[in-house]
């Protein structure tokens, strides 16, 4: 996809790029919930991935097949949890797999700080993949699968990202965390707050899944937590010298750069959720 999108400017590049990955991620969650799993377990295992992959280059050795199975069985466990495929106690499975992190270090013998790696693994997957498997929580909040709100969570974290970027582009003086990320301005965040609750109410009107006052709530969650979620992951980037957490989403970077935000949004949607509906 890179080489085929390379002829175009950068601001093309994100724009096709960002039309053709939404309309996969969202027919996918559309059309059922298998064609939905398939695609959230396959970005999960990638933004894994590419986390390992990162931490390597910082000289960490983390257990990247070990880690990114782990976090793949957790969201596959947790998707058939929430649906009713299996019961609860299943959730106990992955706790003495993940322990197996432990031993299979005790077999390394070329580790030569072993619990830097291990914590690493653990990182991999408390920070990537129990958010993912935190969507499926959201997915099937009403007791049975229901896309509209996994949907709506996205168009309005995509809008807040791309006000923001435009916003920041056009009018960005301030800098809302200059240590962090210089190119982030409070401009941009104020972009990306009024497109993420002009969707926001867009969405209430379409979708018959929330009441408007909570897609509100889920809205301004969205934005905050999303623009800490970016703020988080570059500080990551930052932290190992690098520009972008990967190269396969062209005038993007990588998958953690797209997701970031949802990463650090879902524990506080879910939480929401659970606790005050």
Same mark, same amino acid.
């Given at each position: 996809?890179?080489?085929? =999108?390379?002829? +175009?400017?950068?601001?093309?590049?994100?724009?096709?790029?960002?039309?053709? *990955?939404?309309?996969?991620?969202?027919?996918?969650?559309? +059309?059922?919930?298998?064609?939905?799993?398939? &695609?959230? %377990?396959?970005?999960?295992?990638?933004?894994?991935?590419?986390? @390992?992959?990162?931490? *390597?280059?910082?000289?960490?050795?983390?257990?990247?097949?070990? !880690?990114?199975?782990?976090?793949?069985?957790?969201?596959?466990?947790?998707?058939?949890?929430?649906?009713? =495929? =299996?019961?609860?106690?299943? $959730?106990?499975?992955?706790?003495?797999?993940?322990?197996?992190? +432990?031993?299979?270090?005790? @077999?390394?013998?070329?580790?030569?700080?072993?619990?830097?790696?291990?914590?690493?693994?653990?990182?991999?997957?408390?920070?990537?993949?129990?958010?993912?498997? %935190?969507?499926?929580?959201?997915?099937?909040?009403?007791?049975?699968?229901? /896309?509209?709100?996994?949907?709506?969570?996205?168009?309005?974290?995509?809008?807040?990202?791309?006000?923001?970027?435009?916003?920041?582009?056009?009018?960005?003086?301030?800098?809302?965390?200059?240590?962090?990320?210089?190119?982030?301005?409070?401009?941009?965040?104020?972009?990306?707050? %009024? %497109?993420?609750?002009?969707?926001?109410?867009?969405?209430? @009107? $379409?979708?018959?899944?929330?009441?408007?006052?909570?897609?509100?709530?889920?809205?301004?969650?969205?934005?905050?937590?999303?623009? $800490? !979620?970016?703020?988080?992951?570059? =500080?990551?980037?930052?932290? &190992?010298? &690098?520009?972008?957490?990967?190269?396969?989403?062209?005038?993007?970077? /990588?998958?953690?750069?797209?997701?970031?935000?949802?990463?650090?949004?879902?524990?506080?949607?879910?939480? +929401?959720?659970?606790?005050?509906?």
């Amino acid at each position: 996809m890179t080489s085929i =999108l390379g002829k +175009y400017s950068n601001l093309k590049q994100r724009i096709i790029a960002a039309v053709l *990955g939404a309309l996969v991620i969202l027919g996918s969650v559309y +059309y059922s919930q298998w064609s939905y799993f398939a &695609i959230f %377990l396959l970005i999960s295992v990638i933004t894994q991935l590419e986390f @390992y992959k990162n931490v *390597g280059l910082d000289g960490m050795i983390p257990l990247k097949t070990f !880690g990114t199975f782990c976090g793949a069985l957790i969201f596959t466990l947790s998707f058939f949890i929430e649906s009713a =495929l =299996l019961d609860s106690k299943f $959730y106990f499975a992955t706790f003495p797999v993940a322990a197996c992190v +432990y031993m299979i270090y005790l @077999y390394r013998k070329n580790s030569v700080k072993p619990f830097r790696g291990i914590a690493f693994t653990f990182l991999g997957i408390v920070y990537v993949a129990i958010p993912f498997a %935190l969507i499926n929580v959201i997915a099937f909040h009403i007791g049975k699968y229901n /896309g509209g709100l996994i949907i709506g969570s996205m168009l309005i974290l995509w809008a807040s990202d791309t006000g923001a970027y435009f916003a920041g582009v056009r009018f960005g003086k301030r800098k809302l965390f200059k240590r962090v990320s210089p190119k982030k301005s409070w401009e941009g965040s104020v972009g990306g707050l %009024l %497109l993420a609750m002009a969707m926001t109410y867009g969405v209430s @009107y $379409y979708s018959m899944t929330l009441p408007l006052k909570d897609w509100l709530i889920i809205g301004l969650i969205i934005v905050i937590m999303g623009t $800490y !979620g970016d703020l988080v992951e570059s =500080l990551f980037k930052r932290s &190992i010298e &690098i520009k972008d957490s990967g190269s396969l989403i062209p005038g993007h970077g /990588g998958f953690m750069d797209r997701f970031d935000g949802l990463l650090l949004a879902a524990p506080f949607i879910i939480a +929401y959720l659970k606790i005050f509906m």
